[in-house]
């Protein structure tokens, strides 16, 4: 297996190009169900998890095409041959369960097979099911398999109040109602910017949605949806990932694409530690202001909160603040497993239930790592490069998940790391 090998470093300078977002691909992706005209992504980005979904969509009969290296995916449900969705695929990644509402919807029918939990918590799909549920299904589930049938007439609109934000359920719903009879509102709904995108996709397709980026939107169902191109909406994760580069190492970099608002609450939390972020005519340029990161508390949101995908990267950069820093996760139950693997590295954690404490140290050291989840492993990478030493991130196929070149995209702006290839 390949592993990142991270040698500590001085200040770094340069550019670092942000791709698509993931997870807006991963809903925009299952959209194209909805339809039986052509749906056209571009900038997307060239990850496994994407391969993950052309898979899935393949195997319902999709015809999906990566364009121009996989920048763009050309995708087109004409002619379906299967509304099952297989636990070998759905198990890789949770947001399979994606393709339910819109086969659903279309067809009237779909199995698919439960996820599972995963490294970061139980992650049930009670809100999804529930949210189509309101919407007139049948649901059955048996063999480990969601068996959803529409009433004869298809879905039809109806208020889903959602007990807690979830990005996953809104976005199954949401895409359900498009091509349910009458009008589905949304209540309670999340607002990421994933979500917008997905919207605006939609209505490009022929959608009727009012609402998005609010906690309530509003859907009039309509009888078909036409074919679109969308650019994917930039990866503001990814985006945070390397704002952290130069914030751990010094320097100054510019990530291309980045906008404030994509991580305004983020940035927040940055100021107060003692990053300056710029918002430039062609990103955002970050740099560190002189001494020593300072400690801060961080408590992860829903959007417009500070997002949980970047709260072990957050943590890192804490590892070497001047205090100690309180981190609280409030959406996922299991989301610390980085901080033994910081210890390792010298960090000073202290992990009860859903919160960390954090006692910011001199430096860092290097060690052999491994992590369990995508943004644990990149938070890992992050810790390498203000460590003394080596770090070496083992389990690297959690990175080619979610983050794009990483080792070009550091290398690009002066950092010491490459990957080495196992057996
Ligand atoms: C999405 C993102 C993921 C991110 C998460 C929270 C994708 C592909 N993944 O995941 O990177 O970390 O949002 O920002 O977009 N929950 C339930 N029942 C449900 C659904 C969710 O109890 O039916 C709970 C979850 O266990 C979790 C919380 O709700 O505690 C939020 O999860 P949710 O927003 O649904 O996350 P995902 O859509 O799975």
């Given at each position: 297996?390949?592993?990142?090998i991270?040698?500590g470093n001085?200040?770094?300078?340069?550019r670092?190009?942000?791709?698509?977002?993931?997870?807006?691909?991963l809903t925009?992706?299952?959209?194209?169900l909805l339809?039986?005209?052509?749906?056209t992504?571009?900038?997307?980005?060239r990850?496994?998890?994407?391969?993950?979904?052309?898979l899935?969509l393949?195997?319902?009969?999709?015809?999906?095409?990566?364009?121009?290296?996989g920048?763009?995916?050309?995708?087109?449900s004409?002619?379906l041959?299967?509304t099952?969705?297989?636990?070998?695929?759905?198990r890789?990644?949770?947001?399979s369960?994606?393709?339910l509402?819109?086969?659903?919807a279309?067809?009237?029918?779909?199995?698919?097979?439960?996820p599972?939990g995963?490294?970061i918590?139980?992650?049930?799909?009670?809100?999804h099911?529930?949210?189509?549920?309101?919407?007139?299904?049948e649901l059955?589930?048996?063999?480990?398999?969601?068996?959803?049938k529409a009433?004869?007439?298809?879905?039809?609109?109806?208020?889903?109040?959602?007990p807690?934000v979830s990005v996953?359920?809104?976005?199954?719903?949401?895409?359900?109602?498009?091509?349910?009879?009458g009008t589905?509102?949304?209540k309670?709904?999340?607002?990421?910017?994933?979500?917008?995108?997905l919207?605006?996709?939609l209505?490009?397709?022929g959608?009727?949605i009012?609402?998005e980026?609010?906690?309530?939107?509003?859907?009039?169902?309509?009888?078909r949806l036409?074919?679109?191109?969308?650019?994917?909406?930039?990866?503001?994760?990814?985006?945070?990932?390397?704002?952290?580069?130069?914030?751990?190492?010094?320097g100054?970099v510019?990530?291309?694409?980045?906008?404030?608002?994509?991580?305004?609450?983020?940035?927040e939390?940055l100021?107060?530690?003692?990053?300056?972020?710029e918002?430039?005519?062609?990103?955002?340029?970050?740099?560190?202001?002189?001494?020593?990161?300072?400690?801060?508390?961080?408590?992860?949101?829903p959007?417009?909160g500070f997002p949980?995908?970047?709260q072990?990267?957050m943590?890192?950069?804490?590892?070497?603040?001047?205090?100690?820093s309180?981190?609280?996760?409030?959406?996922?139950?299991?989301?610390?497993m980085?901080?033994?693997?910081?210890?390792?590295?010298?960090?000073?954690?202290d992990?009860?239930?859903g919160t960390?404490?954090v006692?910011g140290?001199?430096?860092?050291k290097?060690?052999?790592?491994?992590?369990?989840?995508?943004?644990?492993?990149?938070?890992?990478?992050?810790?390498?490069?203000?460590?003394?030493g080596d770090?070496?991130?083992?389990?690297?196929?959690?990175?080619?998940?979610?983050?794009?070149?990483?080792?070009?995209?550091?290398?690009?702006?002066g950092?010491?790391?490459?990957?080495v290839?196992?057996?």
């Amino acid at each position: 297996m390949d592993s990142i090998i991270v040698t500590g470093n001085g200040p770094l300078s340069g550019r670092i190009p942000i791709a698509g977002a993931k997870n807006a691909c991963l809903t925009l992706m299952p959209a194209t169900l909805l339809s039986d005209e052509p749906l056209t992504l571009t900038n997307a980005p060239r990850l496994s998890d994407i391969r993950t979904m052309t898979l899935l969509l393949q195997s319902l009969g999709a015809e999906v095409q990566g364009l121009q290296e996989g920048q763009v995916q050309a995708m087109s449900s004409h002619a379906l041959t299967s509304t099952r969705a297989e636990y070998d695929i759905v198990r890789k990644m949770r947001a399979s369960i994606l393709v339910l509402g819109p086969l659903l919807a279309r067809f009237g029918h779909a199995e698919v097979s439960l996820p599972g939990g995963c490294a970061i918590g139980a992650r049930p799909v009670d809100l999804h099911l529930r949210a189509l549920e309101a919407m007139g299904a049948e649901l059955d589930l048996r063999e480990g398999y969601v068996h959803a049938k529409a009433p004869s007439g298809g879905l039809r609109g109806g208020i889903v109040e959602f007990p807690l934000v979830s990005v996953g359920a809104t976005e199954n719903a949401l895409m359900a109602a498009t091509l349910a009879k009458g009008t589905t509102v949304l209540k309670n709904a999340a607002r990421e910017p994933e979500i917008v995108d997905l919207a605006q996709c939609l209505r490009k397709m022929g959608a009727q949605i009012d609402g998005e980026g609010t906690d309530t939107i509003e859907i009039q169902g309509v009888d078909r949806l036409g074919g679109a191109t969308h650019r994917v909406v930039t990866d503001r994760i990814e985006l945070g990932t390397y704002m952290l580069a130069p914030a751990i190492c010094g320097g100054e970099v510019e990530l291309l694409g980045g906008t404030i608002d994509l991580v305004r609450a983020f940035c927040e939390k940055l100021d107060e530690a003692g990053i300056s972020v710029e918002e430039t005519a062609d990103g955002l340029k970050v740099s560190r202001r002189n001494g020593r990161v300072k400690a801060v508390d961080v408590i992860t949101e829903p959007f417009p909160g500070f997002p949980t995908d970047l709260q072990a990267q957050m943590m890192a950069l804490l590892c070497t603040a001047e205090g100690t820093s309180v981190l609280e996760e409030k959406i996922f139950e299991n989301r610390f497993m980085h901080a033994p693997e910081l210890m390792r590295m010298g960090a000073k954690i202290d992990v009860h239930g859903g919160t960390a404490r954090v006692t910011g140290v001199d430096t860092l050291k290097g060690a052999p790592v491994m992590a369990t989840d995508l943004r644990a492993s990149v938070s890992l990478i992050l810790a390498g490069l203000a460590a003394e030493g080596d770090t070496v991130v083992n389990r690297v196929y959690h990175l080619d998940r979610g983050y794009e070149q990483v080792v070009r995209k550091l290398q690009g702006v002066g950092a010491r790391i490459e990957r080495v290839r196992g057996e």
